[in-house]
């Protein structure tokens, strides 16, 4: 299912990452996570699964997917009170970084606990992260979750074990960039950018 290709250079620039975090968070401490994140290109079989987006509809994960939109994933779940939401921190100044552009990306963030993330519960998640429309994100059935995590290499046995993990697609059909370990949102917005040049398509400028 899954077919790693390419294994680069390591990503440096947590501070920022944890900087951030403390000027966004509630208060809430968190441990210091690792310094370094890394990279590599990898294919994977998105799960024909169905999942319960935050406005209630139920959606097809790959249609979800495969809208024409680069994709931003990310799996979360909202009782987290480390990893979870500095991931989150990192796509909400992402976004906010992108300007105008954040319309043409689909920033998506999926639960690795849907029995206790009800939509209630993501939707005051997303909130506090100030998610836009171009950033949903999901819950459903264990079964459907579980999945995803396993289609994406993420699943760790249980959400105790979670890692940072992000994955960058530029396109349907394209290999996803997958960063493991924390990413600042420069590196992030850096990459994005190399990996839309990459594939051809139009980097719009703010």
């Known amino acids: 299912m899954l077919r790693l290709l390419i294994v680069v250079a390591p990503l440096i620039g947590l501070a920022a990452?944890?900087?951030?975090?403390?000027q966004e968070s509630s208060g809430e401490s968190a441990p210091?996570?690792?310094?370094?994140?890394?990279?590599?290109?990898?294919q994977y079989a998105i799960p024909?699964?169905?999942?319960?987006?935050?406005?209630?509809?139920?959606v097809s994960l790959p249609e979800e997917m495969n809208d024409g939109r680069p994709v931003v994933l990310n799996f979360i779940y909202t009782?987290?009170?480390t990893i979870c939401p500095?991931?989150?921190?990192?796509?909400?100044?992402?976004?906010?970084?992108?300007?105008?552009?954040?319309e043409r990306v689909h920033l998506m963030s999926i639960s690795i606990d849907p029995e206790q993330d009800t939509l209630a519960r993501l939707h005051e998640y997303a909130q506090k992260f100030h998610a836009g429309p171009e950033w949903q994100?999901?819950?459903?059935?264990?079964q459907a979750s579980l999945a995803a995590?396993?289609?994406?290499n993420v699943w760790r046995g249980?959400?105790?074990?979670?890692?940072?993990?992000?994955?960058?697609?530029?396109?349907?059909?394209?290999?996803?960039?997958?960063?493991d370990g924390f990413v600042t949102p420069d590196e992030l917005l850096q990459q994005y950018h190399h990996l839309l040049e990459q594939s051809g398509l139009t980097v719009a400028t703010r």
């Open 79 to 81: 009782t987290c009170s």
């Open 48 to 58: 024909d699964v169905r999942l319960v987006r935050d406005d209630g509809k139920v």
């Open 17 to 22: 990452v944890g900087a951030a975090f403390s």
């Open 158 to 179: 249980d959400k105790m074990g979670h890692s940072s993990v992000t994955l960058v697609r530029a396109a349907p059909g394209t290999p996803w960039l997958r960063i």
């Open 86 to 102: 500095l991931m989150s921190q990192t796509l909400a100044q992402f976004d906010h970084e992108l300007g105008a552009d954040r």
């Open 149 to 152: 995590q396993r289609a994406f």
């Open 32 to 42: 210091p996570p690792a310094s370094h994140a890394f990279k590599s290109i990898a």
């Open 137 to 142: 994100h999901y819950t459903g059935t264990v």
